[in-house]
């Protein structure tokens, strides 16, 4: 079986900044591939396994989702990457006709998998679905993500629990920057063999809690020259304080004129609060996977839906949101879909957060438009803190 | 707390018949309610807990479904007939502002109960949700489906295994009978206490497998008067050839103005062939529930979307369907789905498998109206028979 198949050139990737905040880092900008425009700053939902759980791409589109994230770790082991590939690539298999981002399965084997042993090689893990052992090297990593064929692509890195000691952290930043070095080689090396669209490879930051480590690695990833740049090994249990402190330190040594993506991050506090240093790209299984768990986001802080007090509260759950399901349906109704596991109150729930991740960056851009991102931070920490 | 409320008068429930095929007992006829037409031959989508399972309600509508079930026992339970009925009622409750059909949760009561007493003041039942103990009487299954406020509310009757002697059949039957007589005397006295639209009662008729006890079960219902005729305990394991006859047997003897319900029937094929009994109303949970089996109707047969067959198959469900999963997506895509137990997968199967069943409902209804019902049964017959 042999799935390359022979392509033609897509058009150029571009990142351009349409205006910046006088009074933050904050920059509102467009990204263009192959597969459509993106405006950033830009929440890409979660869609780990070939869908963003308990959403159809349809809706995904009308609630203005312009970029999800595939996990190469679970499309990896399944259905895989070859059959993927052979039935199109990953735009084509899920039927989402607009850009798509993949990690490079890094994440997932640090965070999923029931064993694994790292080597300058690569890392083995085993499959936590069969339990089957594989090895994951930046060449593979590479390799998968051509095959998917997402538009963004993310080299190997080695993902750090919190707290890690700082010689263990530097030890483990040269290996995330030789890993670098050796995805960007295996990209370049396989650049037109896949799919007849381009992909772009960002470099991913590590450097544990240390800003100097951070500072180190992100200058050295530079060097080796990608397309765009992450955060990498943040939102893993440290406190606010220091996560902002890191990403701003992170970003403020990323290239002014590409892309940058804060992975992982987080609230729709935390993501206001990081558009101000400059960050571009965010992603989040919170709203997701919330929205499974019945907490619900809104203008003035959550609600857990499942509480007793809105068995009879016939109001949405949020007064000011436009979204589908605030428009139709009452509290009482949500809390008696979970309490009763029904699929649709996965449904609802998920919908409901999305749109409000969604629209939160629509108002992150419009603030940014009309250069007042500072007032409009103010006010909405303000707001998120009463509730 | 009170949660009765004053009301008005909605307009009159009426049945009107359209045409008749002529060489068939087939009718194409409209059920006229205070929350809008239903369009008869009719199937209901079985709504359990105050949902059609992994399907939202305007999507629903978006199908062209134009009645829905709502099983008492679960809404008993679990909000509760009191809560809902403060809250407006059941269409509002769950934002469905179309027509809704209750039962009177004796199937649920016999079939999935822990414990069960009958007497003839009703019967005794533990909750599968908490074990606690309940007593459904027939006056108790009109206040519960008086408060939830569906459009065509049911008796309760007595439900039987199969296969079931004729003289506990018998007894059973007479039981079922003075349960009917309690139900309707319980609805006459509480007309216009619960809310401001009308409701309509329906009969139900038992027998077991006798075509006798069958007949003299309906000509003695049809004397308590009645707004419609159900056929119930049927689709509990006897032989489809036996299906047919006592389904046929009993529509036989139902009014010929008033509707005519077979309760729980079932595949697509069944339901084409009990149209040509001149059946006019029916529900089941076949295609929602078999959707979340993976199991999937198709204009040859069904498939099981699990089979490994399908892993690369890049053709919709069905070739020749225009619903919006078949509009979308890859047979390998929806295996996937599936394999990975993802809510997208429920979510896709219902659709298609809801639109299926709706859609041959309106083929049903194109062929009486064209008077060429046999010759579509025949057709359809033969399509299924070859998947």
């Given at each position: 079986m042999n799935y390359y198949m022979p392509v033609g050139k897509g058009t150029d990737l571009r990142f351009e900044i349409l205006t910046e905040d006088p009074k933050s880092k904050a920059r509102l900008g467009k990204l263009i591939t192959d597969h459509g425009e993106i405006n950033t700053p830009v929440f890409m939902p979660v869609g780990?396994?070939?869908?963003?759980?308990?959403?159809a791409q349809p809706q995904l589109e009308e609630l203005g989702a312009e970029l999800i994230l595939g996990n190469t770790y679970h499309l990896y082991l399944r259905p895989g990457h070859q059959l993927i590939h052979e039935l199109g690539g990953l735009h084509r298999f899920i039927s989402w006709p607009h850009p798509i981002l993949t990690d490079s399965g890094g994440f997932q084997v640090f965070s999923h998998s029931d064993l694994r042993k790292i080597s300058e090689e690569g890392v083995v893990f085993r499959s936590h679905l069969d339990g089957s052992s594989h090895l994951l090297t930046p060449e593979k990593a590479i390799e998968i993500q051509r095959a998917l064929g997402a538009d963004i692509i993310m080299v190997l890195d080695e993902c750090l629990p919190y707290p890690c000691d700082f010689l263990i952290a530097r030890d483990s930043m040269e290996q995330t920057l030789r890993w670098a070095g050796r995805c960007k080689d295996a990209f370049e090396k396989s650049?037109?063999?896949?799919?007849p669209h381009q992909q772009w490879l960002f470099g991913i930051g590590q450097g544990g809690i240390s800003p100097e480590l951070r500072r180190e690695c992100m200058l050295r990833l530079i060097d080796i020259e990608f397309s765009g740049y992450a955060i990498g090994g943040?939102?893993?249990?440290?406190p606010k304080p220091l996560l902002y402190e890191l990403a701003g330190e992170s970003a403020r040594w990323m290239p002014t004129a590409q892309p940058r993506y804060l992975m992982g991050v987080g609230t729709p506090l935390d993501i206001v609060e990081c558009v101000a240093m400059g960050v571009d790209m965010f992603d989040c299984v919170m709203p997701t996977r919330n929205a499974r768990n019945g907490w619900l986001f809104t203008h003035s802080g959550h609600l857990v839906i499942k509480h007793a007090r809105y068995a009879r509260d016939e109001r949405p759950i949020d007064e000011s949101c436009l979204c589908p399901v605030c428009r139709l349906y009452s509290r009482a109704y949500l809390r008696h879909l979970f309490q009763s596991k029904e699929i649709l109150s996965a449904m609802l729930n998920t919908c409901h957060n999305l749109y409000f991740y969604l629209d939160t960056l629509r108002q992150i851009r419009d603030a940014i438009a009309s250069h007042r991102y500072l007032d409009f931070l103010a006010e909405f920490k303000r707001k998120q803190e009463v509730g």
């Open positions: 780990t396994a070939g869908t963003v759980k308990a959403i650049a037109g063999c896949w799919h943040l939102s893993v249990g440290e």
